[in-house]
Structures are given as structure tokens and as C-alpha cells.
């Protein structure tokens, strides 16, 4: 059974710093895997999809990297914005065709 | 293309009533999956439908919730006889295919009073 976990559970750092997400999974027979930004009562919204024959993906300042005979994934996130402060998500797609979550990083960005 | 339209975005149904969720894919997207998310708590699979197939339901509650996508029109969630428990936000997602990434709605909250 696929297990996503994701390290920390919440993170506070001060603006303009760099951060690193992680995120582990335990069945790494996967079609891909996939970060997601939630706000407070809101939806989600896709930051980067990387499939499993890819190692990373880049989009502006996010940099996301995976790593599937280990299991893992980072989100790097570059020169950090409170804009930035909200909850991560990762979550892969098994082979069954279900997206399984990890609970999040809550990400608060210190102004 | 307007993304994953989810309607209502709040709702508030008595114990005992009814709770129907709509939600249209994207277009030209035929697999829709269904989420719920409680309170502090991570995102839950309940089911996945293709056009008028309920590909796995796996994840949802075997009694009082159905789901279906018909050949025309949106997918519903539909809770009967709510209870305090199914107070949550509900997300839908569609795709085009297999492994190609999902696109979510902005979800509908249900609370149960």
C-alpha cells in the first residue's frame, strides 16, 4: 500500500531565504509525481508534474527533483516571498490510477 | 477553458437530508476522481469514474454515498442521510488520460448542522 510522507510538518523562515520540502513514498512503482500549493480554504493548484523517467522539474523559482529507486522528491523553493506561505502538497500517481497525498508542509513566510 | 468548475463552493445541510455535489471537468478531460479533506487531516481518495463507468470506489463509504458521470452533464457526489462526520471539503479532479497530471476544482465545503 502507497504511503506519501512529507517533511516538516510546518516551517517558518524568514523572506529571501531558500527552502527545501521533502516529501518520501514507499511504492516506487509510480506514473509520476506531483507538487501542489493549497491556501486556506481553498483548492489546490498544480506547481510541477514530473513523470518517472524524469529526474526534475523547474518553474521560475520552484525546482522540484525525483529521485524514484529512493523513493523521494524536494521541492526547492528559491529566494522565498511571504506569498509564498501556504501548504505543499505531494502526491503520486500509482499505477491504479489513484493519486495518493501526503499530509503537507505548512509553510509560513516570515515578512 | 474554465478548469474544474465545483458547485456549490458551501453547503449546509441539516442532519438526515441530502448533499448532491456537482462537478464538470475540464474539457476534453474524461477521468474525474473525487477527494475529501477534513479538518487537519490529508487529502482522501474516494472514487474514480470515467464517462458512465465507476472505474474503482475503493475509497468511499459503502453505505449512503454514490457517485456517477454521465455520458452528459457533471459528476455528482451524492451523500444520503448526512451526518456530522461527512462535514469536509469535497475536491474533484479530472484528467484527460492516464498519467498526465490532475487538475483540481476549488472543492465544496459541506457542513453538517
Known amino acids: 500500500k502507497q504511503e506519501v510522507t512529507q517533511i516538516p510538518a510546518a516551517l517558518s523562515v524568514p523572506e529571501g531565504e531558500n527552502l527545501v520540502l521533502n516529501c518520501s513514498f514507499t511504492d516506487s512503482a509510480i506514473y509520476n509525481l506531483q507538487w501542489f500549493r493549497q491556501d486556506p480554504g481553498k483548492g489546490l493548484t498544480s506547481l510541477l508534474l514530473i513523470q518517472s523517467s524524469q529526474r526534475e522539474q523547474t518553474s521560475g523559482r520552484l525546482n522540484a527533483s525525483l529521485d524514484k529507486s529512493s523513493g523521494r522528491s524536494t521541492l526547492y523553493i528559491a529566494a522565498s516571498q511571504p506569498g509564498d506561505s501556504a501548504t505543499y502538497l505531494c502526491a503520486v500517481e500509482n499505477r491504479d490510477d489513484k493519486i495518493i497525498f501526503g499530509k503537507g508542509t505548512r509553510l509560513h513566510i516570515l515578512p | ?113
Not at chain 2, 13 to 35: D, N, T
Not at chain 2, 45 to 64: A, H
Open chain 2, 1 to 113: 477553458n474554465a478548469g474544474v468548475m465545483q458547485n456549490p463552493r458551501h453547503l449546509v445541510r441539516r442532519r438526515g437530508q441530502e448533499a448532491r455535489l456537482r462537478c464538470s471537468p475540464m474539457k476534453g478531460h474524461s477521468h474525474v476522481y473525487w477527494y475529501r479533506q477534513l479538518p487537519e487531516e490529508g487529502l482522501k481518495f474516494m472514487v474514480y469514474l470515467q464517462k458512465e463507468n465507476i472505474i474503482d470506489e475503493s475509497g468511499m463509504p459503502k453505505e449512503r454515498f454514490s457517485a456517477e458521470f454521465p455520458k452528459e452533464g457533471p459528476s455528482i457526489l451524492r451523500i444520503q442521510q448526512v451526518v456530522r462526520g461527512d462535514s469536509a471539503a469535497y475536491f474533484c479532479a479530472s484528467s484527460p488520460r492516464d498519467n498526465y497530471g490532475y487538475t483540481f476544482g476549488s472543492g465544496t465545503r459541506l457542513t453538517v448542522v
